[in-house]
Every structure is written in structure tokens, then in C-alpha cells.
């Protein structure tokens, strides 16, 4: 989605004509550049640029005529932007849980422009070395609010969507960085939510100050990802063919005063699962799960839950490819209900 960033209201191939009047709109401010360069900002009013103040602007000697400026005018948002809503490919890769080291992040920014002039000419540079950009705004794209889409011309639409891209390429950066330099995945291979908001909003404001931006609040989450079928092969053997299911196995060791509880879980095939199951159930009732009170209660218990994962195994374990088949219709209702 490309949101309003620019307006131009005067072309720097047409120019400024002597006395011409400028109107800076509400919540924008006037930049007039020449040559690469921001020759003045203007603040929100009415404006008459005088015959008289164009050797000012380029610095030239007093008296030089000319019939006109060969300086464009852009409005520049200083309101804060329309919330900027954003997902990086970065992703967590410092977990072992395929759940979450496959998920990128998402969030929603709150962005206003600081500095107009540093701005403009970020996205002016940058569209001048992506050409790509206006064979883009060709073939047209939707903007966040639809009264912005209407008011953005032709001209303006490829300048908005370098802004966007720019912005788009700042928060990436940021992101990447973050996580590059800080672990966000708790003992319990969850993302830790809160610690990597408090983390990225210093990196994404030196970011954002770079281009003349100022990130006033963000919020994050985690952005559902559909899970390949290489997620749902059997982790104990690796087969590719065999049919799996998610469970998990537990045995209790007790022995005088130690007691510790080994958990296994996963996809499993049914032959890893019946053995794995046979292994667990055979250490606790050979003697390592009763030699304390504790495992009298806890070890039938145990047996009889690690039976019933084989047994599940056995009798309802589906394909690698029926299992990315349900991640995706999983990923697709999401979508649907987020829209």
C-alpha cells in the first residue's frame, strides 16, 4: 500500500515564473529544489516568490534576469503519516522450534516527517538510481486510504511509492539489525514479544532519522507463516515418506532424591513413535520411576499418556504433504479473517 508522502505542485521542467504564487496546503510544508538541491522550505500559507528572490535562491549575483526558475515545488507531509503496516523477511532464525524460527514479524509504525527537505530529496536520489519505479506506477497500485489514491497524480504516484519503498527498506533494516544483535526466543521457544518491541524502536528511530523521519510508537506480532512439509518429517528417523503426527513422549526418573522428567515431542513416525514409546515406558517400569513417592503417582500416569501418543501415531498420522496442505488452509483462513 503506498501512502501520501509528496505532493508536486510544480514541475522543474516548467519552473517558477517570476511573482508566481505558491500555496503550501495544511500539514505540509513547500521544499523548492533546483538541480538535486533544496533551495528553500516553506511553511504552511500563501507565497509569492519574486522576480527578486531567484538569485537569492541560487545564489547567483544581484540583477542576473531570469524568466524563470528552473526549480521544482513539492509539498512534503509534516502530519503524522497514515499508520505504515509492514511484515520483514527476517526471520528468527536462533530458534530450534520450526514454529517460530520460520516466522518473520509484523507490526505497524507511526511515522512523521521531521525534516521535509532531507526528506524529499532521499526519495528524489533514490528514484533517480530505480528506474524501475515508474514502470511500476504504470501499471498502478492500491494506497491505504482510498480519498489519498484519488488525490495522487500520475507524477505523484511514483514519488509515493519510492517514499513507501524507502521507508519499507528502512524498517527492514532495522529489524534485520535488531535481531541480528539480540536473542528474542525464550526458554520455551516463544518470541518474546515485549523485549523485541523495547529492542527495535531505538534501532528503527536512527533509522528513520536518517531519511528526516521520526517513529513516534510501533507495535508488533508474528506474522503466521504456512509450514513446509520438510516441518513434518519424523524427527527421530528423518523419513520423508512415512505418515506423521505431532505428540509428545515424557519419562520420570526418580532415583533417592533427584527426580527428572525427559520430554520428547514432534513429528513421529509410527515406527519411531511405537519405540520411542517401548523405550520411555520400559526405563520407568524397570525401576527409575518409583524409586521415589512422587513416581508412584506420576509414572503410571506417564505410561499410560505415552501408549496412547503411539497409539495415535499408529492410527492417524497423515502424509508431509496432507500436513503443509492443512498449514496452508491454516495460513489462508487467517489471512481471510485479518481482512
Known amino acids: ?26 500539514d505540509y510544508s513547500g521544499v523548492i529544489v533546483h538541480e538535486g538541491a533544496a533551495l ?8 509569492v516568490i519574486g522576480e527578486e528572490a531567484f538569485p537569492l535562491l541560487v545564489r547567483k549575483a544581484p540583477g542576473t534576469v531570469f524568466d524563470k526558475l ?25 530458534s530450534e522450534r520450526p514454529e517460530t524460527s520460520n516466522r518473520p514479524i509484523q507490526g505497524r509504525s507511526w511515522l512523521r516527517i521531521d525534516s521535509p527537505a532531507r526528506f524529499l530529496l532521499g526519495v528524489l536520489r533514490a528514484m533517480e538510481s530505480d528506474p524501475a519505479v515508474q514502470s511500476e506506477a504504470s501499471c498502478g497500485e492500491d494506497t491505504n486510504a482510498e480519498s489519498e ?18 521507508v519499507m527498506q528502512r524498517i527492514e533494516a532495522a529489524a534485520a539489525k535488531t535481531m ?9 521457544g516463544m518470541i518474546a514479544l515485549d523485549r523485541l518491541q523495547s529492542a527495535l524502536k531505538p534501532e528503527l528511530q536512527r533509522q528513520m532519522v536518517d531519511i528526516g523521519m521520526d517513529c513516534t510508537a510501533i507495535r508488533v506480532s508474528v506474522l503466521f507463516v504456512a509450514l513446509t512439509k520438510e516441518s513434518f518429517y519424523c524427527v527421530r528417523c528423518g523419513s520423508r515418506t512415512r505418515r506423521t503426527l505431532e505428540v509428545e513422549f515424557t519419562r520420570n526418573t526418580s532415583i533417592l532424591f533427584s527426580v527428572k ?30 524409586l521415589r513417592l512422587v513416581g508412584l503417582f506420576m509414572t ?4 499410560i499418556v505415552n501408549s496412547v501418543c503411539a497409539i495415535m501415531v499408529v492410527f492417524t498420522a497423515q502424509t508431509p504433504e496432507q500436513h503443509e496442505a492443512r498449514s496452508l488452509e491454516k495460513m489462508k483462513g487467517i489471512t481471510e479473517k485479518g481482512k
Open 1 to 26: 500500500m503506498t501512502l501520501l508522502f509528496v505532493k508536486q505542485i510544480v514541475n522543474e521542467t516548467e519552473g517558477i515564473a517570476p511573482n508566481a504564487r505558491i500555496t503550501v496546503d495544511a
Open 40 to 47: 528553500n522550505t516553506l511553511p504552511t500559507g500563501d507565497h
Open 70 to 94: 528552473d526549480a521544482g515545488v513539492y509539498l512534503v507531509r509534516t502530519r503524522q503519516v497514515d499508520i505504515v503496516e509492514w511484515n520483514t523477511k527476517s526471520l528468527f532464525r536462533d
Open 149 to 166: 489514491q484519488k488525490q495522487q497524480s500520475t507524477t505523484e504516484k511514483p514519488i509515493n511509492m519510492q517514499a513507501h519503498r524507502l
Open 180 to 188: 541480528q544483535e539480540g536473542s528474542f526466543i525464550t526458554e520455551d
Open 261 to 290: 522428567t525427559t520430554t520428547w515431542g514432534g513429528y513421529f513416525c509410527a515406527p519411531c513413535a511405537v519405540s520411542v514409546a517401548l523405550m520411555y515406558n520400559l526405563s520407568m517400569i524397570a525401576g527409575c520411576g518409583w
Open 300 to 303: 503410571p500416569g506417564l505410561i
